[in-house]
């Protein structure tokens, strides 16, 4: 090695370093710190035990947001005759979240016999993945009440969004050439207060999708997590502010935790059940947010910018000087 | 370093059989690019809201520009570490280079949703620097524009000799430009599936992605000069540069050998390497993607192995296949959305990806063909 091909070698070290320093492992200098709860974040507390799958919550979804029902019937099995009780025009057909069904009523087993309902819909993250993996900030949070939404005067279609949520809850309209992505934006247009909120809420007859502050759901939740098995309790329907309620006994002991309360930092749609989260098809997460990860790393490699001018200094004084021999 | 006297057209016939059988099967695949733009993404792909990116991202884009890092890494060589003497690899690896990220560019195109609102991205207001993504598509676009600067030599010394002295003069921003910005872009392609947290099995997913995509895609470029170099010089009867080639290959275990000493320390200290052992399809893709980073380490370590082109082609095909499975594997098969989400490429999807590679050969036949891009032979 002579020695300009030295000099330029140290830069181009000095510079590298920089970057590989980034590059060490996220213990090494920590994600950046979580996302706060908005002051005044509005959530909902789906409690699967007290959910009878009646499916009113997506029907009124729909009707909220003028999407019409998908009443035709499912088609037969080859060779078989319609089933009975899927005339068409009826019921409205709803398997998963689409771009027509903002959240839908799922039934799981348990493995054990019992079955569990779940309400699939987007979980309002603290510290959203979509917002944080979206390059053209087409999804923001509401600063006030934390709620998810997204731009259509942004979004270029990546459906990076779609890689980022853990929950796999946006969904693309794959089957339109000019095709959006959509999913809950907890009813904030029509949002009035206590007469007019989340109308998956407002249609709930049992209130197992109740409505409220973030904050006083959770004291709910935690008081319902302290119940036993055959105890009353008074249910809220609708609003946890609101004049409704209802006695109920508890059936079944609750999950040890209130689903949401801190995972991946939180989310202010939250969930109680007493069939095993997983089970129910939440995943199993910790409570650092992938996006206090993957932006602690992103912000210790481009902070200010420092090491890749640095870097670009050093290349372009060995490239000047190979250049010009 | 401006010896265009240091290389020379291939000359020939542009109509040849490969170049008609790429044609024909780009001429498909347009078809099916324009359908797409009319009746949107879900019928000419196997995409869906759990696997939301396919090949078009996972190939075109991950693996296509990995392939095309040979400028990169060997730019790194010539210009970085003053290894004057690789020059000559230089303008083919170029040119790969910008073909595979046009490629790139362009499946992107066709792949985004909304591709009319793709100037929100140089709206500053809109420019979301936390994520992994915009800092990849600016330093792509960034970096696919200087490619063509970098070969533009070529194309001038042909056409107008006498502009020569002035992009020359200022070539070396360029050329610094074509240093940093895919140091930048691959790791962050790394980045990328960072967010992605548990959906993405833990035998890839690790915050070392960008550090790992980065080593890897170096050794990727200098096995793609090997395997492109005796390609062309096998199809073209030209006599082979065996001797560079084996000097360039011998970084090659150096740097997989790092490579995979961390991937293996990384997820031992994980507790993860369990999962390997497991031999479901996560399990037998892991051992696929490194026992062909295996293989090149072992093979090309040894200086007359290395001078044996028939290996030295072998081994570089395998740090080629070892590089784009391991980003297929966290782009792809290592995912797991949960319930029932299932992804393979539609046929459609496949014939649009070839498509472009067919377009991606034919332009390099034409160009090879007709400016000076290859090394000169020297008829002593
Ligand atoms: S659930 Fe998914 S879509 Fe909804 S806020 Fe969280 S990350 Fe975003
Ligand atoms: S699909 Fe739209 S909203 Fe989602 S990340 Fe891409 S640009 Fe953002
Ligand atoms: S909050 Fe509104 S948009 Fe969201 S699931 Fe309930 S009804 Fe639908």
Known sequence: MDKTSRRGFMKVVAGGTLIAAGATPAHAFGPRETRKTPEEAIGILYDSTICIGCRACSAACKQRNGIQADTAAPAAPAGAAQPPGTIPGIWDKQE?????????????????????????????????????????????????????????????????????????????????????????????????????????????????????????????????????????????????????????????????????????????????????????????????????????????????????????????????????? | MSHHDAFEPMGGKILTRPFVAAAVIFMLAAVLILKRFFVGLGPVSGMNDGFALGIWIAYDVVVGTAIGCGGYAVALLVYAFNRGHYHPLVRSALLTGAFGYTLAGTSVMIDLGRYWNTYNLFLPWRMNFNSALFEIAMCVMAYTAVLWVEFSPAIIEKFKPAWAAVVNRWMFVFIALGMLLPTMHQSSLGSLMIISGHKLSPLWQTTWLPAFFLITCIAMGYAMVVFESLWSSVGFGRPLETPMLARLAGIIPWLLGIYLAGRFVELASRGALGLAFQFNLCGVMFWIENILYIIPIVVLASAQRRGEPRTLFLSALSALFAGSIYRFNVYLVGLYPGFGWRYFPSSSELLITFGLISFEIMGYLFIVKQLSVLPKVEHA
């Not at chain 1, 007859?205 to 502050?213: E, I, R, V, Y």
């Not at chain 1, 409704?244 to 749609?269: C, D, F, M, P, W």
């Not at chain 1, 990860?293 to 490699?301: A, P, W």
């Open chain 1, 96 to 325: 998963d979240l689409s771009p027509e069904n903002y959240t839908v009523i799922q039934m799981h087993t348990d493995g054990a016999g019992g079955f569990g309902f779940m309400k699939k819909q987007c979980m309002h993250c603290i510290d959203p993945a979509c917002m944080s993996a979206c390059p053209v900030s087409a999804f923001s949070k509401d600063p006030e009440t934390g709620i998810v939404s997204w731009n259509k005067n942004a979004c270029i279609g990546c459906r990076y969004c779609f890689v980022a949520c853990p929950f796999v809850v946006p969904r693309f309209e794959w089957n339109r050439a000019f095709p959006r992505v959509t999913k809950c934006e907890l009813c904030k247009t029509t949002y009035t207060g206590l007469d007019c909120y989340a109308a998956c809420c407002q249609s709930c007859p049992t209130g197992a999708a109740l409505f409220g502050p973030r904050e006083a759901l959770l004291e709910e939740g935690r008081k319902r997590l302290a119940l036993k098995p055959g105890a009353w309790h008074d249910y809220p329907i609708g609003h946890i502010k609101g004049a409704h309620s209802s006695a109920k006994q508890v059936a079944k002991a609750y999950n040890a935790r209130i689903y949401g309360e801190k995972e991946l930092g939180g989310t202010q749609v939250m969930i109680l059940g007493s069939v095993p989260f997983e089970k129910l098809g939440l995943p199993a997460v910790g409570d650092v947010p992938n996006s206090a990860i993957s932006e602690g790393l992103q912000h210790t490699l481009y902070k200010g910018m420092i090491a890749p001018l640095v870097l670009f200094a050093g290349l372009l004084a060995a490239a000047y000087r190979s250049t010009k021999q």
